[in-house]
């Protein structure tokens, strides 16, 4: 079993930072792709930024330049730095992993895992 861990979110006034944390803990024996999604209230769940096991990363077009996503391969770790944040950046973020984990102690299986939110609030 798998489970994704986020810190990190809070209460912040626009123009302000926040950096956001997930750590993946459990049998596991590689994670592949990693992302950030959010849900701001009355919208559907959105990816904000997604990274490869080799670091090539992506964005939604609303956070480029103001966010960086980043990981610790060893700390099985993800990272969201959020820079000059904006009252339409409130929701909640939900960390994401492509994970690969052991079943038996020489099997392993797939699997898609979320964490359980953080929320994000920016004042104007």
């Known amino acids: 079993q798998v489970q994704l861990v986020e810190s990190g979110g809070g209460l912040v006034q626009a123009g302000g930072s926040l950096k956001l944390s997930c750590a993946a803990s459990?049998?596991?024996?590689?994670?592949?792709?990693m992302g950030w999604y959010r849900r701001a209230p009355g919208n559907e769940r959105e990816l904000v930024a997604g990274?490869?096991?080799?670091?090539?990363?992506n964005y939604a077009d609303s956070v480029k330049g103001r966010f960086t996503i980043s990981r610790d391969n060893a700390k099985n770790t993800v990272y969201l730095q959020m820079n000059s944040l904006k009252p339409e950046d409130t929701a909640v973020y939900y960390c994401?992993?492509?994970?690969?984990?052991?079943?038996?102690?020489?099997?392993?299986?797939?699997?898609?895992?979320w964490g359980q939110g953080t929320q994000v609030t920016v004042s104007s």
């Open positions: 994401n992993a492509d994970v690969r984990s052991y079943t038996t102690s020489y099997k392993t299986s797939r699997g898609n895992y």
């Open positions: 459990g049998s596991i024996f590689s994670i592949n792709a």
């Open positions: 990274i490869t096991s080799g670091g090539n990363t």
